[in-house]
């Protein structure tokens, strides 16, 4: 005998039921996997090509373009943009947009339902019960986990951006650094020579007896001092080059590529960036995504106030047959809860509401350092172009001039090779100087770039043979 008291009841019921089929059909994958997202970030704001290699058709057009760009000596924005395309780590890292997107299309997708039956006999007489139920509380609450997984996206496409974006910042400064490596090396084997004819120079006269002891071991150990830089100078040029490599992404023929002889020359003026502190705010992508983490957590606080209670509801039809098995069944529905006898959730919300309070002073303290270090970076900026400008501008042309008063002083006999070759050292000591503030420079400008979009990592400048060098000239 059909309830016909209940059956609104029940038609109300199985609602949620047909709504959620009738939405489980929406839960696809994307085209683009979340990726154009990141891709467009990328040219607006560095101007570069992204690439996902995800079929063989992908890799090859990779290393055709990769190809194209080493055919020449690489410039800084080749360098770029092939790390970007080839760069092995950042290809992984694409990967975790399908991972987070198959985590949305999961949660946007119906649970399977479940199937119970019980089965019991004594002679002629049965006891079957067959139920067929769902869980309805992961179907009402389908909506809100759902948005949770665009979020948990959303935080993975402006992870991976800052990955992109990061590793262009870092094959910047290392294409500089490179560069500068290699015309530290240059300088370095100039100075060895230098000194190297001054040791060979002193170790005659001292066989005629037309200089001291002293005299000749200070040339010597001048000579010493340039072939240890000059070793170093070998090392740190390896060091740089086989950095840059690995962020290139390159191995075998492709890894003898080809660099300019020279850094980029200084330029007229450093650019003026008085609101440098308001701009990082607007654009950082690191304060936005605190911005939005604790929004995010603020609506899962309270999604968790108003589900506390229950943690698990199925239901579904059901149907029972007790007595003859030629007795019709007895129809109705089973419906299972959770109470809350032991456990009202306090422990939840608080766990909730201390995470958002958490995050709260989290996003306080990003905005913070992010005003302090685009601060340091513009400071560093400026200072690296004072610096260098001084060399530019004072010291090299001023080593120059000495240059070519002793030089006439030479040639007029008024001073011996020796002081000759000591103020020859002296000039290339101050060049190889200047070659360092340059690049330092170079990487004080990729510094602030990088914390104009978001976080940058500041460091000191790599160490080279110039102070032993420097050292050296001294003798």
């Known amino acids: 005998m059909t309830d016909h008291k209940h059956e609104p009841a029940r038609k109300r019921m199985l609602l949620p039921v047909l709504v959620a089929f009738a939405l489980g059909g929406c839960a696809t994958f994307?085209?683009?996997?979340?990726?154009?997202?990141?891709?467009?970030?990328?040219?607006q704001r560095i101007g570069k090509d992204l690439k996902w290699a995800k079929t063989d058709a992908d890799r090859d057009a990779i290393d055709k373009r990769v190809t194209e760009l080493l055919a020449n000596p690489l410039s800084m924005d080749d360098a770029v943009q092939i790390a970007l395309l080839n760069n092995k780590g950042l290809q992984a890292a694409f990967y975790e947009l399908g991972i987070s997107e198959a985590d949305l299309v999961q949660a946007g997708r119906l649970p399977n339902p479940h199937f119970s039956m019980f089965r019991a006999s004594h002679g002629d007489e049965?006891?079957?019960?067959?139920?067929?139920?769902?869980?309805?509380?992961?179907?009402?609450?389908?909506?809100?986990?759902?948005?949770?997984?665009?979020?948990?996206?959303?935080?993975?496409?402006?992870?991976?951006?800052?990955?992109?974006?990061?590793?262009?910042?870092?094959?910047?400064?290392?294409?500089?650094?490179?560069?500068?490596?290699?015309?530290?090396?240059?300088?370095?084997?100039?100075?060895?020579?230098?000194a190297d004819a001054g040791a060979e120079l002193a170790r005659r006269m001292a066989q005629i007896g037309n200089w001291s002891k002293l005299q000749q071991a200070r040339e010597q150990s001048f000579y010493a001092d340039a072939a240890l830089n000059l070793a170093r100078a070998d090392q740190a040029k390896t060091a740089a080059r086989e950095k840059l490599t690995r962020l290139l992404g390159l191995w075998g023929e492709s890894a003898r590529f080809r660099l300019p002889e020279r850094l980029p020359d200084l330029p007229k003026a450093a650019d003026d960036l008085p609101d440098v502190e308001q701009v990082a705010?607007?654009?950082?992508?690191?304060?936005?995504?605190?911005?939005?983490?604790?929004?995010?957590?603020?609506?899962?606080?309270?999604?968790?106030?108003?589900?506390?209670?229950?943690?698990?509801?199925?239901?579904?039809?059901?149907?029972?047959?007790?007595?003859?098995?030629?007795?019709?069944?007895?129809?109705?529905?089973?419906?299972?809860?959770?109470?809350?006898?032991?456990?009202?959730?306090?422990?939840?919300?608080?766990?909730?509401?201390?995470?958002?309070?958490?995050?709260?002073?989290?996003?306080?303290?990003?905005?913070?350092?992010?005003?302090?270090?685009?601060?340091?970076?513009?400071?560093?900026?400026?200072?690296?172009?004072?610096?260098?400008?001084?060399?530019?501008?004072?010291?090299?042309?001023?080593?120059?001039?000495?240059?070519?008063?002793?030089?006439?002083r030479y040639n007029g006999m008024i001073i011996g090779v020796f002081e000759l070759l000591a103020d020859a050292r002296n000039q290339i000591a101050s060049v190889n100087s200047y070659i360092e503030s340059l690049r330092d420079f170079w990487i004080a400008q990729a510094d602030l770039e990088m914390a104009l979009m978001g976080k940058p990592s500041l460091g000191a400048a790599p160490k080279t043979a110039m102070t032993g060098a420097m050292a050296a000239a001294g003798h």
């Open 30 to 43: 994307s085209q683009d996997g979340g990726f154009d997202s990141v891709e467009q970030t990328t040219q």
């Open 281 to 408: 705010m607007e654009q950082r992508l690191d304060v936005q995504a605190a911005k939005l983490d604790t929004e995010a957590l603020a609506k899962n606080l309270g999604l968790t106030k108003t589900t506390r209670f229950i943690n698990v509801l199925e239901f579904g039809p059901a149907r029972v047959l007790e007595g003859q098995m030629s007795e019709p069944y007895k129809r109705g529905y089973e419906v299972s809860l959770e109470l809350p006898i032991f456990d009202w959730g306090t422990a939840k919300v608080a766990k909730a509401e201390a995470l958002y309070m958490q995050a709260v002073y989290r996003t306080a303290e990003t905005a913070i350092n992010a005003r302090s270090e685009v601060r340091e970076a513009y400071q560093g900026y400026r200072s690296s172009f004072d610096i260098a400008k001084h060399y530019r501008d004072e010291v090299v042309p001023l080593r120059k001039r000495i240059a070519e008063e002793n030089q006439a």
């Open 126 to 194: 049965f006891k079957i019960e067959q139920a067929f139920t769902f869980n309805v509380f992961s179907l009402i609450t389908m909506p809100q986990l759902v948005e949770i997984e665009k979020r948990r996206f959303a935080q993975a496409q402006r992870a991976i951006t800052m990955e992109t974006l990061s590793l262009a910042a870092e094959t910047r400064k290392a294409y500089y650094v490179a560069i500068a490596a290699d015309q530290t090396r240059t300088y370095m084997e100039q100075v060895r020579r230098a």
